[in-house]
């Protein structure tokens, strides 16, 4: 039974020897020349202060990506469901119509809570 997995871990071993051989060859490749304003904190334009600890940060960029990846998961659903159509019938015909109607009450529900917002 192992043997069969032998494939899988030589390319496991290879590709993980192949990271590293990367990884030492570009430290040895990169030039290193640091200095303050290359090694300061910054995200999303805006000049940090504070402490990071206490300081206070909006969420809105993180549930709007949320948000777009949970509607993009979502409608994945429906290519293989366009490949199956003809072998699904009506009753799969429906069904996608029940799931894409539960999707918009959810982007619907999601628009009425005001996620979809972009305060500044």
């Known amino acids: 039974m192992p043997i069969d997995y032998l494939p899988v871990f030589l390319m496991v071993g290879a590709v993980s020897a192949l ?15 640091p200095y303050f304003e290359k090694n300061r904190p910054y995200e999303c334009g805006v000049d940090p202060w504070g402490e990071a600890a206490v300081g206070l940060f909006k969420v809105q960029y993180f549930l709007i990506a949320i948000l777009f990846v949970i509607f993009d998961v979502e ?8 490949v199956v159509l003809d072998e699904i019938g009506l009753f799969g ?28």
């Open 75 to 82: 409608t994945m659903f429906l290519f293989p469901w366009a």
């Open 19 to 33: 990271a590293l051989v990367v990884l030492f060859v570009s430290r040895l490749l990169r030039p290193s020349n």
């Open 93 to 120: 015909y429906i069904e996608m119509f029940v799931f894409i109607f539960l999707l918009l009450v959810g982007f619907a529900y999601a628009w009425a809570r005001g996620a979809l917002e972009w305060e500044s």
